[in-house]
């Protein structure tokens, strides 16, 4: 009689080589191509703006800060997470949905992987406006570029580790079928309900992980601002309130466009609530893709120092075009 572990076992022997993504319900192939080249069309956009924020501040000395360290090491990881889903989500729609069990376990990995870092990065954000305007004067103490990369670094490599567990557990179920997955990429709640086995102990115990990981940083963050707008209002003049708030809100603007719609999908799954797939697909992909696509836009308008080397810059090479001399 075969007991338990063989049946286990054999299941695992069993597991499914490939899978199918299934994407978007409804639309008609001959669509898939204008599909395709819209998801290109947003990847280069995503590509071009990160790439374009990370050379311009390693390139200009004056921006070599921390606040500008965060900001790219956010702009590594929006571009990584875009790297990972955007690519294999065209070649679904130009080529083939079927995708292999270990290219969807390691996309998988790295989805949760940057996404996890960017969360970690939005509280690192937080701290330094912190620091910033609530002690202004031990700002350059504590606030240093090297404290800032070691701060960055640990995050890296704890998140390494922490989605490493994860995915372990993720593996250490059985998949024999089916092998359709209700979105355009792989992610960890889309495979592990594939799963043949009883998954309620592994669904607790990832989404408790999941919930930290999200919330934790989250719950810093409005303490952080909290006590920043409480700063800011003991500010004298209205002036000098407006001023030191304006430079907090390129990261509230980045806070909000990555926690809110995040906050709202997990409260509605929390309550049962469950959304028409399309719509669901729709709505991971504006609040995982739209904020990694807007950053650099808000880094270029919405920050005065980047904004204001940007129109220097410019100024410059327009007078280099006329002959003019510059100073320096």
């Known amino acids: 009689m075969a007991t338990y572990s063989d049946t286990m076992y054999k299941n695992r022997t069993t597991n499914i080589p490939e899978f ?9 192939a001959e669509y898939y191509g204008l599909l395709g080249t819209f998801f290109l069309f947003i990847y280069l956009m995503l590509a071009s703006g990160n790439i374009f924020i990370l050379i311009f501040v390693a390139c200009e000395r004056s921006l070599q ?85 070691i701060l960055c670094s640990v ?31 792989c992610d960890y709640i889309s495979v592990i309900s594939l799963a043949c086995a009883d998954i309620t102990a592994l669904r607790v115990t990832t989404t408790s992980v999941a919930m930290a990981v999200l919330w934790g940083p989250l719950f810093y ?31 509230l603007l980045i806070i909000c466009l990555y926690y809110l719609p995040r906050s709202f999908l997990y409260m509605a ?14 709505m991971i992909l504006m609040y995982s893709l739209f904020p990694a696509l807007i950053n650099p836009l808000i880094y270029c308008f919405r920050t005065k120092e980047i904004k204001d080397t940007i129109m220097r810059k410019l100024k410059q090479r327009q007078l280099r075009v006329n002959g003019k001399t510059i100073l320096p």
């Open 20 to 28: 199918i993504l299934q994407g978007f319900i409804g639309i008609p």
């Open 65 to 149: 800060k921390p606040t500008y360290i965060i900001f790219c090491n956010l702009a590594i990881s929006d571009l990584g997470f875009g790297t990972t889903t955007l690519p294999r989500i065209i070649v679904k729609y130009w080529m083939s949905d079927i995708m292999s069990f270990n290219s969807c376990t390691a996309q998988m990995y790295f989805v949760h992987y940057f996404g996890t870092c960017t969360s970690f990065l939005m509280a690192l954000m937080a701290l330094d406006r912190f620091v910033a305007i609530c002690n202004p004067l031990r700002y350059p103490v504590l606030i240093r570029n090297f404290s800032i990369v």
């Open 155 to 185: 995050f890296w490599i704890v998140t390494f580790f922490i989605l490493a567990g994860t995915v372990s557990l993720a593996l250490s179920v059985p998949y024999c079928g089916p092998n359709i997955i209700r979105h355009c990429y």
């Open 221 to 251: 963050i409005i303490f952080s601002y909290v006590a920043i707008i409480i700063s800011v209002m003991k500010i004298a003049t209205k002036e000098g309130r407006y001023k030191t708030f304006l430079t907090c809100t390129p990261q």
């Open 269 to 282: 799954f929390a309550i049962g609530f469950r959304f028409e797939t399309n719509l669901n697909i729709a």
